[in-house]
């Protein structure tokens, strides 16, 4: 298994261009999660997802939209992008079974720099 | 409001200590907590995790520890090892809805030197 991919790993926007950034994930979980990571900070949760179809906010969605229309992918749309999200995007998936209902396995992470 | 709070930035231990990283949160309804450990230039791995019914969950030369009463977690590693040195970050469910959703610290570096 490749786990969770991300594409690209590096991108360079200028603001107000649109970018897709692409997580596949090939153990087949319901739940699918995006993620920034700014410099000195933790993860914070951008958009998550329970299943095909079902897609809700997480703490800063802003600025960003996804869709889920397979178990596999979970794509994270930047619309207009802004300096301010210049940062270090991760996705996850879980698989919530027992005591592990809560483990995430993350891909290798993109990160953008908008100027 | 920062709900999960890791309020050491940087930790540096010899080879062969204990590495003892530590954890604070606010909210009560927090039932599930994990550790994990991010190299540069990779993605969060995750460590280890204990539910709040439990105090300690060991598992090799990592052991977390829980006091719910103090809001508190650590996470003990004995022996220290430089391929130890990494991120941590620790983790945080509320587990009150089937969301799977996870509250992160701001990470604490380690480095362990030989």
């Known amino acids: 298994n490749a786990g969770v991919t991300q594409t690209p790993k590096f991108r360079i926007l200028k603001i107000g261009q649109s970018m897709t950034l692409q997580c596949t994930q090939d153990?087949?979980?319901?739940?699918m999660y995006w993620y920034r990571q700014d410099p000195g900070m933790g993860l914070k949760l951008i958009y998550y997802?329970?299943?095909?179809?079902?897609?809700d906010k997480g703490e800063v969605p802003n600025g960003y939209n996804v869709s889920r229309s397979t178990t596999e992918d979970f794509p994270l749309r930047l619309e207009l992008a802004a300096p301010s999200q210049t940062s270090v995007y991760f996705c996850?998936?879980?698989?919530?079974?027992?005591?592990?209902?809560?483990?995430?396995?993350f891909g290798p992470g993109t990160r953008l720099t908008v100027t | 409001d920062q709900q999960v709070k890791q309020n050491s930035p940087s930790l540096s231990v010899q080879e062969g200590r204990i590495s003892i990283l530590n954890c604070d949160y606010t909210n009560s309804m927090f039932d599930y907590f994990l550790w994990y450990k991010k190299y540069p230039a990779e993605g969060p791995t995750f460590l280890i995790s204990i539910s709040s019914i439990k105090d300690k969950n060991e598992d090799g030369r990592f052991t977390v520890f829980l006091n719910k009463s103090a809001k508190h977690l650590s996470l003990h590693i004995v022996p220290s090892q430089p391929g130890d040195s990494a991120v941590y970050f620790c983790a945080l469910s509320g587990g009150s809805s089937n969301t799977g959703k996870l509250i992160f610290g701001q990470g604490t570096t380690l480095q362990v030197k030989p």
């Open positions: 153990m087949n979980h319901n739940y």
């Open positions: 996850a998936s879980s698989y919530p079974t027992g005591l592990s209902s809560y483990e995430q396995y």
């Open positions: 997802s329970v299943g095909a179809g079902i897609t």
